[in-house]
């Protein structure tokens, strides 16, 4: 059972369309993070929030973290062909980290 | 800066057989982790530490055991490999449980006969 759903699972977009992707739980969780990976590397680090309703944003990117802290959303605007990765949820409860399965962006130039 | 160094990044062991996979950090953080990804099941926490002499079970610790002797130094031991066990490994490190500062090393890639 997964903790954290994430969608879509897929997503193939033309440049500069906007997209948002989704992680949802039924659990309330201290904090929530978001990352991009890329083939053959690990996660890095987007966004940490901490606060229900906290909204970041980071250049064309804003994070979204819900008001009972147990979903977030993360929106791009504009998308560029460097978007392309492996977006994924992660949610902190009790010292224990749980990861969505992740959402595949192509962004097509 | 080095941030997070797992080695070694590839290995092929046979069922049965031990290894230790390294992680190395030197950002002077406390909390440190391991996570194994496989295809369709995302990210799963195996063990981590909130400090030196310090250590847990995560979502899936079955066969798997780990020390913190130092601040830096977080292994991973595979007791007696089984094909299950194949999949990418990731070290990380935070400055605290919450996920400041989080980072991740690039992965070791096992495979077991």
């Known amino acids: 059972t997964q903790l954290l759903e994430q969608s879509p699972q897929f997503l193939s977009i033309q440049e500069g369309e906007n997209l948002t992707v989704y992680c949802n739980s039924s659990?309330?969780?201290?904090?929530l993070q978001w990352y991009r990976q890329e083939p053959g590397e690990g996660p890095v680090l987007l966004v940490t929030?901490?606060?229900?309703?906290e909204v970041k944003k980071l250049k064309r990117l804003t994070f979204q973290f819900g008001d009972a802290r147990k979903d977030s959303s993360l929106h791009i605007t504009a998308a560029q062909p460097g978007d392309t990765g492996l977006y994924l949820c992660?949610?902190?409860?009790?010292?224990?980290?749980?990861f969505g399965t992740g959402t595949s962006l192509t962004v097509i130039p | 800066n080095a941030g997070v160094t797992q080695t070694p990044k590839f290995q092929v062991l046979k069922t049965g057989q031990s290894m230790t996979l390294q992680c190395a950090q030197d950002?002077?953080?406390?909390?440190m982790s391991w996570y194994r990804q496989d295809p369709g099941m995302g990210l799963r926490l195996i063990h981590y530490?909130?400090?030196?002499?310090?250590?847990d079970q995560g979502e899936v610790p079955n066969g798997y055991n780990v020390s913190r002797s130092t601040t830096e130094d977080f292994p991973l031991r595979l007791l007696s490999a089984a094909p299950s066990q194949t999949s990418v490994y990731f070290c990380?490190?935070?400055?605290?449980?919450?996920?400041?500062?989080?980072?991740f090393g690039d992965g070791t890639r096992l495979s077991i006969l």
């Open positions: 992660a949610g902190a409860t009790g010292n224990q980290f749980y």
């Open positions: 990380a490190s935070s400055l605290d449980p919450l996920g400041m500062s989080q980072h």
């Open positions: 659990s309330v969780f201290s904090s």
């Open positions: 950002m002077n953080h406390e909390y």
């Open positions: 929030v901490v606060t229900g309703g």
């Open positions: 530490s909130v400090g030196a002499g310090i250590t």
